[in-house]
C-alpha cells in the first residue's frame, strides 16, 4: 500500500500536465468559461490548475490524501479543494457540467459505484472522462518499462481492462461512449522524478529492481538523452439529456 500523504512532496515536484490530455480534455469536453468541472482524484491539482489559466472555468476537485490538496493550496490553485473518495463524491444531484480524472481510476477500489456517482452529479448532456493505461501503453511505456520491467506486470494487475470501463460506464447510464488515444513525447535528461519515485509503480517492485533500473538510466543517459513517450487513453461518456417533447 502506498502512502500518498508521504509521496506527495515528490509528486508535486515532478508530476506535470501532459499537454495531449489537457488539450483533449478541453476540445472534447466542450469546456467554456462558463463549465463547472470535477476532477477525482486531484492530487496536487496540476490540471485544475491548467484549466482556469486556459478557460477560467469553475473548478472543483477531491482527493483521499490531504497533503496531496495542501501542496495545491500552497501553490496558490484558486479551486474548491476537499478530501474526498471516488466512490462516494459528496455533492448535489446535476452539479457538474463536467467531471474527469487522470491516472486514478486503478486506485478506486469500487469503480462502479464511482460511475454511478458520476452520473448523478453531472447535468443532463454533461461529460465523464476516466483518463487511464491500456495494456498495450502499459507493456510500451519509455523509459519506465524499458528499465522498469518489473513494473509491467504490476501495473497490469493494478489497472482494469478498458472494456470493463466502458462496461460500467454503460451500465452507470452513460451513452456516446468512446476512447481517444493521446500522446506526447521529448528526450529527457532528467532522471530526478525516477529517482525519487515520482511514479507509483516505483514503490512496488524490489528494492534491487528498482536500483537496477536507475542504474540502467544513468547508463543510457550518459550516452545521450533518453527516449520518453507518454501516452494514455481517455474513455468519454455522456449523460443523456432529456428528449425534447414533441
Not at 6 to 15: I, T
Not at 165 to 170: A, E, T, V, W
Not at 173 to 185: M, N, P, Y
Amino acid at each position: 500500500m502506498i502512502d500518498y500523504n508521504a509521496v506527495a512532496a515528490e509528486y508535486a515536484r515532478h508530476r506535470d500536465v501532459h499537454p495531449g490530455v489537457l488539450g483533449a480534455l478541453i476540445a472534447e469536453g466542450g469546456l467554456t468559461a462558463r463549465s463547472r468541472v470535477l476532477e477525482v482524484g486531484c492530487g496536487t491539482a496540476n490540471y485544475l490548475a491548467a484549466l482556469q489559466r486556459a478557460l477560467g472555468c469553475d473548478c472543483s476537485g477531491i482527493d483521499p490524501s490531504e497533503q496531496m490538496l495542501e501542496k495545491a493550496r500552497a501553490r496558490g490553485v484558486q479551486a474548491r479543494l476537499a478530501v474526498g473518495r471516488a466512490e462516494q463524491l459528496g455533492f448535489d444531484d446535476a452539479a457538474f457540467d463536467f467531471i474527469f480524472s487522470v491516472d486514478v481510476i486503478h486506485h478506486v477500489r469500487d469503480r462502479a459505484a464511482h460511475y454511478l456517482e458520476a452520473f448523478r452529479v453531472l447535468v443532463p448532456g454533461g461529460h465523464v472522462c476516466t483518463v487511464t493505461d491500456s495494456e498495450e501503453i502499459i507493456r510500451h511505456r519509455q523509459p519506465l518499462s524499458v528499465c522498469f520491467p518489473e513494473t509491467v506486470e504490476v501495473e497490469l494487475a493494478r489497472y482494469p481492462r478498458i472494456d470493463d470501463l466502458r462496461r460500467m460506464m454503460s451500465d452507470a447510464g452513460f451513452d456516446e461512449i468512446r476512447e481517444v488515444t493521446v500522446e506526447s513525447a521529448s528526450p529527457t535528461t532528467d532522471i530526478n522524478a525516477y529517482r525519487d519515485k515520482a511514479f507509483s509503480s516505483l514503490h512496488l517492485i524490489s528494492s534491487e529492481a528498482f536500483e537496477r533500473g536507475i542504474r540502467l538510466m544513468g547508463e543510457d543517459l550518459r550516452k545521450g538523452p533518453i527516449p520518453w513517450v507518454s501516452r494514455y487513453v481517455l474513455i468519454w461518456g455522456r449523460k443523456p439529456a432529456p428528449l425534447a417533447p414533441q
